[in-house]
C-alpha cells in the first residue's frame, strides 16, 4: 500500500480561476489540492489545467463525498470514479472526512457528525479498508467541524480517530480551523484537544477562515466557512502545533468568496514562515 508522503511545505487549494497566475511563474508552493469530485469527468478544461500543475508540483486529493461514516454501504460507483482520478494523477495523499453525506441514493450535499461509538468505530473502519484495499494507497482521515454532539457517544474523538488508525493502518488529517470551531462550539478548550490527538499519525494539516454567529441562546457560534482569511486564533494554535511536532504538509482552504491568487499565495507563505521558525528552534 503506498503511503501518503506530501512535502512537509505549504500548500493551496488550486482553483481554476487562478490557473494563469500560477502558470505565468514558478510559485512558491509546496502541493496543490483538489476536489476528487471536480475530475471525474473524462477531459476538459479542469483536466488540462491539472495535468500540467502535476508537472511541476506535488498533488493532494481530497474526497467529500464518500460518506466514510455512513451505516449504509459505500457507493462502489464513486469509489471506481474515484479510483480512476488517483490512478490518473498518482497524487502524494488522498483523504477524507470523519462524516457521512448519503441516505439511500440521496447525496446531502453535507459532511455529517456521526455518533462515536463501537459501532460506528467498526463501519468506519471497514469503509477505510475497503478503500484502502481498491485505491492500492493510504489514506488520510480528517477530523471533523461539528456544531452537535451526540449522547450516545461513548468514545472520545480523539480516542476514536487513534483507534481507527491502529486498525486500518490510515493516516490522519488534522484541520486545525475544525479544531477551533468545534471547541467553541463546544464550550472546550482546543488546546487540550490538540494535546490529546494522536499527531505522531499526522500527515497533513488543514487551514481555513470561518465566520461568527450565535446561536439560539446568544452565545458564539462558529461556522466553518472557507470564506476568509485565517483567524489569529488558529493562526496560534498552528504556530504550537507545529512548534511541537515540526513542519508537515499544510494547506490553506479557501473555497468560498475566493480572492486573488496574491492573497491565497500569502497565506500559504504565512503558514511557511511559521513553519521555517519551527525548525529552526528545533535545529538550535
Known amino acids: 500500500m503506498k503511503s501518503s508522503e506530501l512535502p512537509r511545505r505549504a500548500g493551496v487549494g488550486f482553483k481554476p480561476e487562478h490557473f494563469s497566475a500560477i502558470n505565468a511563474a514558478p510559485q512558491p508552493i509546496g502541493f496543490f489540492e483538489v476536489h476528487a469530485e471536480n475530475y471525474m469527468g473524462a477531459g476538459g478544461p479542469p483536466h488540462a489545467q491539472l495535468g500540467r500543475l502535476r508537472q511541476d508540483y506535488a498533488l493532494s486529493i481530497h474526497g467529500v463525498g464518500l460518506s466514510i461514516g455512513s451505516m449504509q454501504p459505500l457507493d462502489m460507483d464513486h469509489l471506481a470514479r474515484l479510483k480512476i482520478v488517483c490512478d490518473r494523477y498518482d497524487p502524494e495523499s488522498f483523504s477524507e472526512h470523519l462524516a457521512w453525506s448519503t441516505h439511500d441514493t440521496t447525496f446531502l450535499n453535507d459532511l455529517l457528525p456521526l455518533p462515536y461509538t463501537d459501532t460506528t468505530l467498526a463501519q468506519v473502519c471497514a469503509h477505510i479498508d475497503q478503500v484502502q484495499t481498491l485505491l492500492g494507497r493510504q489514506m488520510l482521515l ?65 487551514l481555513s477562515g470561518h465566520s461568527e454567529a ?55 507563505e504565512a503558514a511557511g514562515a511559521i513553519q521555517r521558525r519551527a525548525a529552526d528552534r528545533r535545529a538550535a
Open 142 to 206: 480528517e477530523n471533523p467541524a461539528t456544531y452537535l454532539l451526540f449522547e450516545e457517544s461513548t468514545i472520545e474523538e480523539t480516542d476514536f480517530l487513534a483507534e481507527i488508525v491502529r486498525r486500518t493502518g490510515c493516516g490522519l488529517l488534522l484541520d486545525v480551523n475544525n479544531v477551533f470551531v468545534a471547541s467553541t462550539n463546544h464550550h472546550m478548550d482546543p488546546r487540550d484537544y490538540l494535546a490529546r490527538f494522536p499527531v505522531q499519525w499526522v500527515r497533513e494539516i488543514h
Open 214 to 268: 450565535v446561536d439560539d441562546a446568544g452565545a458564539p457560534l462558529l461556522i466553518d466557512s472557507h470564506d476568509t482569511p485565517i483567524k489569529d486564533p488558529v493562526w496560534a494554535l498552528y504556530e504550537e502545533l507545529i512548534a511541537r511536532t515540526g513542519p508537515i504538509a499544510s494547506l490553506v482552504e479557501w473555497d468560498n468568496d475566493v480572492p486573488e491568487w496574491p492573497v491565497l499565495r500569502a497565506e500559504a
